[in-house]
Protein backbone atom coordinates (compact mmCIF):
# COMPACT_ATOMS: atom_id res chain seq x y z
CA UNK A 1 0.00 0.00 0.00
CA UNK A 2 1.27 3.57 -0.95
CA UNK A 3 0.63 6.52 1.18
CA UNK A 4 -0.27 9.92 -0.77
CA UNK A 5 -1.08 11.14 -3.84
CA UNK A 6 0.67 10.29 -6.83
CA UNK A 7 2.68 13.67 -6.78
CA UNK A 8 3.88 12.99 -3.24
CA UNK A 9 5.00 9.77 -4.09
CA UNK A 10 6.85 10.76 -7.49
CA UNK A 11 8.30 13.69 -5.23
CA UNK A 12 9.43 11.16 -2.36
CA UNK A 13 11.52 8.76 -4.94
CA UNK A 14 13.05 11.99 -6.63
CA UNK A 15 14.01 12.96 -3.22
CA UNK A 16 15.38 9.78 -2.15
CA UNK A 17 16.93 8.89 -5.66
CA UNK A 18 18.89 11.62 -6.75
CA UNK A 19 20.52 13.25 -3.71
CA UNK A 20 21.58 9.74 -1.72
CA UNK A 21 24.68 8.00 -2.66
CA UNK A 22 23.04 4.79 -1.77
CA UNK A 23 25.10 3.60 1.36
CA UNK A 24 24.62 7.26 2.44
CA UNK A 25 21.09 6.23 2.53
CA UNK A 26 20.62 5.33 6.66
CA UNK A 27 18.12 2.56 5.34
CA UNK A 28 20.60 1.34 2.31
CA UNK A 29 23.23 0.90 4.54
CA UNK A 30 21.03 -1.44 6.87
CA UNK A 31 20.37 -3.39 4.18
CA UNK A 32 23.97 -3.55 2.92
CA UNK A 33 25.03 -5.87 5.91
CA UNK A 34 24.82 -8.94 5.04
CA UNK A 35 26.34 -11.95 7.23
CA UNK A 36 26.45 -15.77 6.42
CA UNK A 37 25.85 -18.41 9.24
CA UNK A 38 26.26 -21.72 6.88
CA UNK A 39 22.91 -23.21 6.25
CA UNK A 40 24.38 -26.31 7.76
CA UNK A 41 24.43 -25.39 11.17
CA UNK A 42 20.91 -23.33 11.25
CA UNK A 43 19.61 -27.16 10.63
CA UNK A 44 21.44 -28.48 13.19
CA UNK A 45 20.42 -25.74 15.31
CA UNK A 46 16.63 -25.95 14.68
CA UNK A 47 17.17 -29.96 15.05
CA UNK A 48 17.91 -29.37 18.43
CA UNK A 49 15.22 -27.00 19.18
CA UNK A 50 12.93 -29.50 17.54
CA UNK A 51 14.10 -32.57 19.89
CA UNK A 52 16.80 -34.00 18.31
CA UNK A 53 19.65 -35.49 20.79
CA UNK A 54 22.75 -37.83 20.99
CA UNK A 55 22.88 -40.93 20.27
CA UNK A 56 19.17 -40.86 18.81
CA UNK A 57 18.30 -43.39 15.74
CA UNK A 58 17.23 -40.87 13.28
CA UNK A 59 15.57 -41.60 9.42
CA UNK A 60 17.18 -38.78 7.14
CA UNK A 61 14.41 -38.77 4.03
CA UNK A 62 15.95 -37.34 0.73
CA UNK A 63 19.26 -37.40 2.10
CA UNK A 64 20.94 -36.35 -1.42
CA UNK A 65 24.62 -36.62 -1.02
CA UNK A 66 24.75 -37.20 2.47
CA UNK A 67 26.19 -34.44 4.40
CA UNK A 68 23.61 -33.92 6.98
CA UNK A 69 23.11 -37.60 8.08
CA UNK A 70 26.91 -37.67 8.55
CA UNK A 71 27.24 -34.35 10.60
CA UNK A 72 24.41 -35.94 12.71
CA UNK A 73 26.50 -39.41 13.05
CA UNK A 74 29.79 -37.54 13.59
CA UNK A 75 28.89 -35.06 15.57
CA UNK A 76 25.62 -36.11 17.72
CA UNK A 77 27.00 -39.94 18.05
CA UNK A 78 23.47 -40.81 16.18
CA UNK A 79 22.27 -44.40 14.51
CA UNK A 80 21.42 -42.46 11.11
CA UNK A 81 19.35 -44.47 8.08
CA UNK A 82 19.24 -42.60 4.70
CA UNK A 83 17.58 -42.86 2.07
CA UNK A 84 16.89 -41.25 -1.66
CA UNK A 85 14.85 -41.80 -4.81
CA UNK A 86 18.07 -41.70 -7.05
CA UNK A 87 20.30 -43.79 -7.46
CA UNK A 88 22.62 -41.05 -8.79
CA UNK A 89 23.21 -38.85 -5.52
CA UNK A 90 23.41 -42.26 -3.62
CA UNK A 91 26.80 -42.77 -5.45
CA UNK A 92 27.88 -39.71 -4.37
CA UNK A 93 26.42 -40.30 -0.89
CA UNK A 94 28.32 -43.45 -0.74
CA UNK A 95 31.75 -41.73 -1.48
CA UNK A 96 31.12 -39.12 1.00
CA UNK A 97 29.99 -41.82 3.67
CA UNK A 98 33.46 -43.40 2.98
CA UNK A 99 35.33 -40.19 2.56
CA UNK A 100 34.33 -39.34 5.97
CA UNK A 101 34.53 -43.01 7.83
CA UNK A 102 30.85 -43.24 8.90
CA UNK A 103 30.00 -46.72 7.16
CA UNK A 104 28.18 -48.65 9.63
CA UNK A 105 26.94 -45.50 11.43
CA UNK A 106 25.29 -43.86 8.13
CA UNK A 107 23.40 -46.67 6.45
CA UNK A 108 21.85 -45.78 2.81
CA UNK A 109 19.15 -46.55 0.92
CA UNK A 110 17.71 -46.52 -2.26
CA UNK A 111 13.96 -45.48 -1.45
CA UNK A 112 11.34 -43.06 -1.60
CA UNK A 113 9.55 -40.86 0.97
CA UNK A 114 6.30 -42.47 -0.31
CA UNK A 115 7.05 -46.11 0.77
CA UNK A 116 9.45 -46.20 3.45
CA UNK A 117 11.40 -49.52 3.64
CA UNK A 118 11.44 -49.76 7.58
CA UNK A 119 9.42 -51.20 10.64
CA UNK A 120 6.73 -48.94 12.43
CA UNK A 121 7.72 -46.85 15.57
CA UNK A 122 11.49 -47.32 14.67
CA UNK A 123 12.62 -44.15 14.73
CA UNK A 124 13.07 -41.29 17.02
CA UNK A 125 13.88 -38.01 15.03
CA UNK A 126 12.97 -37.73 11.17
CA UNK A 127 15.36 -35.20 9.26
CA UNK A 128 13.72 -33.97 5.85
CA UNK A 129 15.15 -31.02 4.45
CA UNK A 130 15.04 -29.24 1.39
CA UNK A 131 13.24 -32.24 -0.96
CA UNK A 132 9.82 -31.92 0.14
CA UNK A 133 9.06 -29.62 -3.21
CA UNK A 134 9.77 -33.02 -5.33
CA UNK A 135 6.84 -35.05 -3.71
CA UNK A 136 3.47 -35.27 -5.55
CA UNK A 137 1.76 -37.99 -3.13
CA UNK A 138 2.25 -35.19 0.29
CA UNK A 139 -0.25 -37.40 2.40
CA UNK A 140 1.02 -40.78 1.43
CA UNK A 141 4.65 -39.46 2.44
CA UNK A 142 3.82 -37.58 5.60
CA UNK A 143 1.50 -40.76 6.73
CA UNK A 144 5.02 -43.13 6.25
CA UNK A 145 6.91 -41.01 8.13
CA UNK A 146 4.15 -40.63 10.88
CA UNK A 147 4.16 -44.47 10.73
CA UNK A 148 8.08 -45.07 11.16
CA UNK A 149 8.14 -42.80 13.74
CA UNK A 150 8.04 -43.42 17.66
CA UNK A 151 4.96 -41.95 19.34
CA UNK A 152 6.26 -38.87 21.25
CA UNK A 153 8.86 -38.82 18.30
CA UNK A 154 9.84 -35.41 16.37
CA UNK A 155 10.18 -34.49 12.58
CA UNK A 156 12.51 -31.61 11.72
CA UNK A 157 10.66 -30.29 8.08
CA UNK A 158 12.54 -27.61 6.33
CA UNK A 159 10.81 -26.73 2.87
CA UNK A 160 10.02 -23.98 0.02
CA UNK A 161 7.00 -22.57 0.45
CA UNK A 162 4.89 -20.40 -2.00
CA UNK A 163 4.21 -17.13 -0.47
CA UNK A 164 1.26 -14.94 -1.49
CA UNK A 165 2.94 -13.06 -3.97
CA UNK A 166 3.99 -16.06 -6.42
CA UNK A 167 1.03 -17.11 -9.21
CA UNK A 168 0.20 -20.18 -10.31
CA UNK A 169 1.92 -19.81 -13.33
CA UNK A 170 5.41 -18.88 -11.70
CA UNK A 171 4.91 -21.12 -9.65
CA UNK A 172 5.03 -23.70 -12.76
CA UNK A 173 7.29 -22.08 -14.75
CA UNK A 174 9.96 -22.41 -11.80
CA UNK A 175 8.99 -25.90 -10.69
CA UNK A 176 8.53 -28.01 -13.31
CA UNK A 177 11.99 -27.73 -15.20
CA UNK A 178 13.06 -29.36 -11.88
CA UNK A 179 10.70 -31.89 -10.78
CA UNK A 180 9.17 -30.25 -8.35
CA UNK A 181 5.40 -30.02 -8.03
CA UNK A 182 3.57 -26.31 -8.09
CA UNK A 183 0.85 -27.89 -6.11
CA UNK A 184 3.56 -29.07 -2.87
CA UNK A 185 4.62 -25.35 -2.74
CA UNK A 186 1.36 -24.52 -1.24
CA UNK A 187 1.04 -23.91 2.48
CA UNK A 188 -2.19 -25.08 2.87
CA UNK A 189 -1.40 -28.46 1.22
CA UNK A 190 2.05 -28.95 3.41
CA UNK A 191 0.43 -28.34 6.67
CA UNK A 192 -3.07 -30.35 5.74
CA UNK A 193 -0.93 -33.38 4.34
CA UNK A 194 0.93 -33.32 8.19
CA UNK A 195 -2.26 -32.80 10.30
CA UNK A 196 -4.07 -35.72 8.18
CA UNK A 197 -1.01 -38.23 8.78
CA UNK A 198 -1.78 -37.37 12.51
CA UNK A 199 1.33 -34.76 13.46
CA UNK A 200 0.63 -32.07 15.32
CA UNK A 201 2.35 -28.77 14.51
CA UNK A 202 4.50 -27.36 17.70
CA UNK A 203 6.32 -24.79 15.57
CA UNK A 204 6.57 -23.09 12.17
CA UNK A 205 9.08 -20.61 11.37
CA UNK A 206 10.02 -18.57 8.07
CA UNK A 207 14.08 -18.34 7.29
CA UNK A 208 13.69 -15.38 5.35
CA UNK A 209 12.14 -13.63 8.27
CA UNK A 210 14.84 -11.51 10.19
CA UNK A 211 13.01 -11.52 13.22
CA UNK A 212 13.18 -15.00 13.19
CA UNK A 213 16.09 -17.10 15.35
CA UNK A 214 16.08 -19.05 12.29
CA UNK A 215 16.74 -16.13 10.08
CA UNK A 216 19.16 -16.88 7.56
CA UNK A 217 20.94 -14.32 5.87
CA UNK A 218 20.92 -13.17 2.15
CA UNK A 219 24.28 -14.45 1.35
CA UNK A 220 26.22 -12.08 -1.22
CA UNK A 221 27.25 -15.34 -3.41
CA UNK A 222 23.46 -15.37 -4.22
CA UNK A 223 23.62 -12.43 -6.33
CA UNK A 224 25.77 -14.12 -9.00
CA UNK A 225 22.71 -16.45 -9.61
CA UNK A 226 20.35 -13.33 -10.56
CA UNK A 227 22.98 -12.26 -12.93
CA UNK A 228 23.20 -15.57 -14.86
CA UNK A 229 19.63 -15.23 -15.01
CA UNK A 230 19.70 -12.01 -16.52
CA UNK A 231 22.05 -13.07 -19.15
CA UNK A 232 20.72 -16.01 -19.75
CA UNK A 233 17.35 -14.34 -20.42
CA UNK A 234 18.93 -11.67 -22.87
CA UNK A 235 20.35 -14.49 -24.65
CA UNK A 236 18.35 -17.08 -24.42
CA UNK A 237 16.95 -18.30 -28.27
CA UNK A 238 20.70 -18.68 -29.30
CA UNK A 239 21.47 -20.69 -25.51
CA UNK A 240 18.56 -22.97 -26.81
CA UNK A 241 19.74 -22.85 -30.25
CA UNK A 242 23.61 -24.24 -28.64
CA UNK A 243 22.20 -26.23 -25.53
CA UNK A 244 18.60 -27.28 -26.21
CA UNK A 245 15.25 -25.45 -24.70
CA UNK A 246 15.53 -28.21 -21.52
CA UNK A 247 18.75 -27.47 -20.42
CA UNK A 248 18.43 -24.19 -20.82
CA UNK A 249 14.95 -24.56 -19.22
CA UNK A 250 16.48 -25.92 -16.51
CA UNK A 251 19.19 -23.50 -15.52
CA UNK A 252 16.62 -21.19 -16.06
CA UNK A 253 14.42 -22.49 -13.52
CA UNK A 254 17.77 -22.89 -11.56
CA UNK A 255 17.98 -19.40 -11.07
CA UNK A 256 14.56 -18.20 -10.83
CA UNK A 257 14.20 -20.42 -7.71
CA UNK A 258 17.27 -18.81 -6.51
CA UNK A 259 15.54 -15.13 -7.35
CA UNK A 260 12.17 -16.18 -6.16
CA UNK A 261 13.69 -16.86 -2.37
CA UNK A 262 15.54 -13.24 -2.88
CA UNK A 263 12.16 -11.97 -3.40
CA UNK A 264 10.14 -13.47 -0.96
CA UNK A 265 7.61 -15.45 -3.77
CA UNK A 266 8.73 -18.40 -2.29
CA UNK A 267 10.29 -19.22 1.36
CA UNK A 268 11.78 -21.80 3.38
CA UNK A 269 9.97 -22.66 6.44
CA UNK A 270 11.12 -25.14 9.47
CA UNK A 271 8.22 -27.19 10.87
CA UNK A 272 8.60 -29.25 14.36
CA UNK A 273 5.89 -31.64 14.11
CA UNK A 274 5.35 -34.54 16.75
CA UNK A 275 3.52 -37.71 16.65
CA UNK A 276 1.43 -38.04 19.94
CA UNK A 277 1.83 -40.13 22.46
C1 LIG B 1 17.70 -30.50 -2.74
S1 LIG B 1 18.17 -32.14 -2.35
C2 LIG B 1 18.33 -32.01 -0.58
C3 LIG B 1 19.32 -32.95 -0.01
C4 LIG B 1 19.48 -32.90 1.52
N1 LIG B 1 18.27 -33.28 2.20
C5 LIG B 1 19.93 -31.54 1.99
O1 LIG B 1 19.20 -30.89 2.74
O2 LIG B 1 21.05 -31.14 1.65
C6 LIG B 1 16.65 -33.09 -2.57
C7 LIG B 1 16.87 -34.59 -2.55
O3 LIG B 1 15.62 -35.27 -2.42
C8 LIG B 1 15.64 -36.43 -3.25
N2 LIG B 1 14.24 -36.84 -3.50
C9 LIG B 1 13.36 -36.27 -4.36
N3 LIG B 1 12.17 -36.89 -4.29
C10 LIG B 1 12.29 -37.87 -3.36
C11 LIG B 1 11.39 -38.84 -2.83
N4 LIG B 1 10.13 -38.92 -3.24
N5 LIG B 1 11.84 -39.69 -1.88
C12 LIG B 1 13.13 -39.62 -1.46
N6 LIG B 1 14.02 -38.72 -1.93
C13 LIG B 1 13.62 -37.84 -2.85
C14 LIG B 1 16.43 -35.99 -4.47
O4 LIG B 1 16.90 -37.08 -5.20
C15 LIG B 1 17.51 -35.12 -3.84
O5 LIG B 1 18.65 -35.89 -3.52
Known sequence: MHAGS???RLEDFYRYLWPAEPAADPLEALLDVADAAGRGDLLMRAAADCGLARGMRVLDV?????????????ELDCEVDALDIL???????REYVEEKGLVGRVTLHLASMEKL???????????CTDMLSHVAALETALAECFRVLKPGGRMLLYCAQATDLLEPREARRVAEPMGAIPE????????GAAQAAGF????????ADA???????VHPDEAAG??????????????????GESRVGLVEAHWLWNVYILIRKLDYCFYFLRKPV
Not at 62 to 74: D, F, H
Not at 184 to 191: K, P
Not at 202 to 207: A, D, G, H
Open 226 to 243: VLRLARLLRDRPRLVERF
Open 87 to 93: EHNLAQA
Open 200 to 207: QIERREVT
Open 211 to 217: ASPYYDP
Open 117 to 127: PFEAAAFDFIW
Open 62 to 74: GCGWAKCPCRLAA
Open 184 to 191: TLSRRRQE
Open 6 to 8: QST
